[in-house]
């Protein structure tokens, strides 16, 4: 089988090589938007209208273009965000909002910038349900580029394709207001009610959602300047004060994190915050001389969850590449994970270890210093080494790994010849 084949010859992977590069913009496309309204876009403003009066069935597609927040007039008149279904309304289902072209690149959304306030989301999904964000970029915003509240109903949101950078720390709202983190992040937002609560997130917030996938994009520059507030780049946890404790059933899969603080989180605080879920197939690589904090790059409290097959290189700048903490966490496997620093169990958990390999040399990838760890020939202490998973049985690529022991490599990339050279297809930041 032969993998990271263009778009359009997608479905013809098993019978023809590539001669393309893979490039982000080589994900899988999604089909054109089926038995819905169509909603054509093409002005910040009236990207954020078409939001705010959005109903079931109706896809919103947006035009190539820059769309600034900071210049629109919100439908609520208050906050800077595109709104995904009212906070107490009726509910609504089956929304797409997607670029036109299939590239992020073509489809940029900005804040103000991730020290300024104006714009303090990106998108906030609240009471809709079966929502695809697909083929845009989101970013310079003051907390999230994506929130997601299940606590307000919000389920099954998949997120293709789409690029989310420059996301500020999470946990400015609660030192502002009285000088430690305030649950209730959303406080100025007007949709909020008191009592509810949600914690901190950092390029995106996900509250009780379950089914959730995130496939295939770039997270990059999901930053931290003060050590103090790190928060993950890719974190589903649920809210403390929540009649139902945590989310559930996470996944978190082929995935390029790059130049993060903290890359994938599947709870923070305890067992209550999320149950179940996957890590797998993902690629993380930190910035070796990055001026700002950093910490693990993969962390889980949840029980039954499963970290397999990813690839994550700290390059020296955090002792531990993946840690499982609390002695609620039961039922955690770790395996398969291709890495440069240690596992650790951390306050009495008791993870399950197979197959990971510790020492990982940056000859082993194609490209570490674009975020391309694909495996070189040089990565034989990975390759053909390993057993395929049961909950992993494709790569990074979506390509299936061969059945039997010493078959399967070890991280998120399995290697086959004609394998193609990933490339950044991102301009710019």
Avoid: K
């Avoid at 997601?148 to 789409?162: E, I, M, N, P, S």
């Avoid at 993060?260 to 305890?270: E, V």
């Avoid at 951390?346 to 990982?360: F, H, K, S, V």
């Amino acid at each position: 089988m032969f993998r990271r084949v263009a778009p359009l010859a997608f479905m013809l992977a098993l019978f023809t090589p590539s001669a393309h590069a893979r490039l982000p913009s080589d994900a899988p496309p999604l089909p054109p938007p089926s038995g819905m309204t169509i909603v054509n876009v093409s002005t910040a403003q009236e990207l954020a209208d078409a939001c705010w009066n959005l109903a079931s069935n109706e896809a919103i597609v947006v035009a190539p273009g820059t769309y600034h927040l900071d210049d629109v007039d919100f439908p609520n008149g208050v906050d800077g965000r595109l709104t995904v279904g009212h906070f107490g309304a009726a509910p609504i289902s089956n929304i797409e909002i997607r670029g036109a072209t299939g590239n992020p690149a073509d489809v940029v959304i900005l804040g103000a910038g991730m020290l300024d306030a104006t714009v303090p989301f990106g998108f906030q999904v609240f009471t809709a349900t079966d929502v695809t964000i697909a083929d845009l970029s989101i970013g310079n915003v003051y907390y999230h580029a994506l929130a997601v509240q299940g606590d307000q109903g919000a389920q099954r949101v998949r997120v293709h394709h789409a690029r989310l950078f420059d996301a500020g720390p999470a946990d400015r709202q609660g030192r502002a207001r009285r000088g430690q983190r305030d649950d209730r992040i959303f406080r100025a937002v007007p949709e909020r009610r008191r009592g509810q609560s949600s914690r901190r997130l950092a390029a995106r917030q996900l509250l009780h959602e379950r089914d959730r996938r995130r496939r295939r994009r770039a997270l990059d520059r999901a930053r931290q300047p003060d050590p103090r507030h790190l928060v993950p780049g890719s974190h589903a946890r649920g809210s403390r004060r929540a009649a139902l404790a945590g989310s559930s059933d996470t996944i978190v899969e082929r995935n390029t994190i790059l130049d993060s603080s903290r890359g994938i989180s599947l709870g923070l605080t305890g067992a209550d915050d999320h149950s179940g879920g996957y890590a797998r197939n993902n690629f993380i690589r930190w910035d070796a001389d990055a001026p700002y904090a950093i910490d693990v790059p993969i962390y889980t409290t949840s029980p039954n969850s499963a970290i397999l097959q990813n690839t994550a290189l700290t390059l020296g700048r955090y002792a531990n590449a993946v840690e499982v903490r609390f002695a609620g966490a039961t039922g955690v496997r770790v395996e398969n994970n291709l890495l440069d620093a240690a596992i650790r169990a951390r306050d009495g958990a008791t993870p399950t270890l197979a197959g990971n390999l510790l020492d990982a040399m940056p000859a082993w990838f194609v490209d570490v210093g674009s975020g391309d760890l694909h495996l070189s020939a040089a990565a034989t202490p990975a390759i053909d080494q390993g057993t395929r998973l049961d909950g992993a049985n494709d790569d990074f690529d979506a390509q299936a790994r061969p059945d039997g022991t010493g078959q399967a490599d070890i991280g998120a990339d399995e290697r086959a010849a004609g394998d193609a050279i990933f490339a950044d297809g991102f301009d710019g930041d």
